[in-house]
T-cell receptor, first 114, second 116 residues
């Protein structure tokens, strides 16, 4: 399996702070990048997708991609207790014989305390 | 739009028994994935279908696991015989296609398997 690494956590931040989640990947064929949120006992829920270098903002979430460094991150501004979950980084291979393969990291557990 | 449907939600079996999981993807989604998620780990890709053809099954333990997607819609994942280490959540996901930008994958609720 192509390697997707996430900072191990757990990560704990106070309410209102910025939470920063990081992910690196090993395969330069990777073209599509996703962040999923997974609450305990639930299935992963897609929250962000990013395909081009730079930043992509959606509400309180900002995804950042640097393909040269093979690095993708997720920033959560004004963190809320409801953001407490495991965040999964996913990388999709979009070329050749590996087309469409979607690989996940182990996840980073985030706790936002009031 | 209906999401990815999976059944059953929970299953408890004894080791060496067989079990099957069913998945119905989002209507029109050509790509279907089966993942295994062990507690505390990220989802591990078991098999990927594009319509009714297998794209990747390199991490599927083929001596005990099998999967099919007849007619390119519903899919079934089977384990026979089950081992204790197969205890996990089995997740099904689908996406519209394999080429950009139709790459976002959506998950069903999963089937929690306990092997005793």
């Amino acid at each position: 399996q192509k390697e997707v690494e996430q900072n191990s956590g757990p990560l704990s931040v106070p309410e209102g702070a910025i939470a920063s989640l990081n992910c690196t990947y090993s395969d330069r064929v990777s073209q599509s990048f996703f962040w999923y949120r997974q609450y305990s006992g639930k299935s992963p829920e897609l929250i962000m997708s990013i395909y081009s270098n730079g930043d992509k903002e959606d509400g309180r979430f900002t995804a950042q991609l640097n393909k040269a460094s093979q690095y993708v991150s997720l920033l959560i501004r004004d963190s809320q207790p409801s953001d407490s979950a495991t965040y999964l980084c996913a990388v999709r291979l979009d070329r050749g014989s590996t087309l469409g393969r979607l690989y996940f990291g182990r996840g980073t557990q985030l706790t936002v305390w009031p | 739009e209906a999401g990815v449907a999976q059944s059953p939600r929970y299953k408890i079996i004894e080791k060496r028994q067989s079990v099957a999981f069913w998945c119905n993807p989002i209507s029109g989604h050509a790509t279907l994935y089966w993942y295994q998620q062990i507690l505390g780990q990220g989802p591990k890709l078991l098999i990927q279908f594009q319509n009714n053809g297998v794209v990747d099954d390199s991490q599927l333990p083929k001596d005990r696991f099998s999967a099919e997607r007849l007619k390119g819609v519903d899919s079934t994942l089977k384990i026979q015989p089950a081992k204790l280490e197969d205890s996990a959540v089995y997740l099904c996901a689908s996406s519209l296609g394999v080429g950009f930008p139709n790459t976002e994958a959506f998950f069903g609720q999963g089937t929690r398997l306990t092997v005793v």
